[in-house]
């Protein structure tokens, strides 16, 4: 009764019912933009020194990713904190006393949300990237086999990157019950997946980048696209996806507690 009492919530707020849209809308948009603007290099033969530089395609075509995550973020923020706003979590309670399954609830039906709009976004992203990239010169006589789902890493970077973006709603959700303020919620989480990779940068210290790139949720999660130089990475694909996992435990830990404690 919960789950359904959640679903009927998503589905008839409009804010929270176009974030689930949007995921899928975003990871499109900026597959046809990245693909668009990518041109394949091609060392002529007069050039002998010339080394031709090799792009992840399947990653490229995913990069919308780390944008429609932000549409995740706001939908789960949305489902946690819009109660506490509007006062309509105290006929929540009231309707289901076990706080638990309220929180198991809305975790499941955020959850089936990012993942779908992730799952339609990363199915249609990746053939109409491979359209646009085909005519930019990304083609088999260029070294770059046309994307395919047969191909395992390929399957990997779709699959992993649907993956992400649950556990992305599930972290978002943890925050949100533990801040229950939207705003707040909104800036701790965006703060943690865009900001923290800067921090790196900013000091230009190497081995804080690399330490960041291997604990910090967006780019250790991210790693699961790369199907190119996979000797190269900080942390593979799959370990990545479990740090990503780690963040989102502690997040609705913290949240689980805050929300059982506290008054509605």
Not at 46 to 71: H, K, M, N, Y
Not at 103 to 123: C, D, P, R
Request: net charge positive; hydrophobic share 55%; with cysteine.
């Amino acid at each position: 009764m919960s789950v359904r009492a959640e679903w009927t919530k998503l589905r008839t707020e409009p804010g929270q019912l176009w974030s689930a849209v949007a995921t899928g809308v975003i990871l499109v948009a900026a597959a046809v933009i990245w693909a668009t603007g990518a041109v394949a290099q091609q060392c002529p033969d007069e050039a002998p020194g010339c080394v031709t530089e090799i792009v992840d395609i399947v990653r490229l075509s995913l990069s919308g990713v780390q944008f429609a995550q932000f549409a995740v973020i706001v939908l789960a923020v949305l489902v946690t904190t819009d109660e506490y706003a509007t006062g309509l979590i105290h006929s929540t309670l009231l309707a289901t006393p076990r706080r638990r399954a309220v929180l198991a609830s809305k975790a499941m039906v955020v959850t089936a949300a990012a993942l779908s709009g992730g799952a339609w976004g990363v199915l249609v992203s990746l053939p109409v990237a491979r359209v646009v990239l085909a005519g930019n010169g990304f083609t088999t006589a260029n070294g770059y086999p046309p994307i395919s789902l047969a191909d395992g890493p390929t399957m990997r970077a779709a699959g992993g990157s649907i993956l992400y973006l649950g556990l992305i709603a599930l972290l978002s959700i943890g925050v949100g019950l533990a801040v229950r303020h939207t705003l707040a919620a909104l800036t701790v989480v965006t703060c943690l997946l865009y900001a923290l990779p800067l921090v790196g940068v900013a000091l230009g210290n190497v081995h804080i980048q690399r330490f960041i790139a291997k604990y910090a949720p967006l780019p250790a999660g991210l790693s699961i696209q790369a199907t190119q130089r996979l000797d190269q990475l900080v942390i593979g694909g799959w370990p990545g996806l479990g740090v990503v996992a780690a963040w989102a435990s502690v997040a609705l830990l913290v949240g689980a507690v805050m929300f059982a404690v506290r008054d509605a």
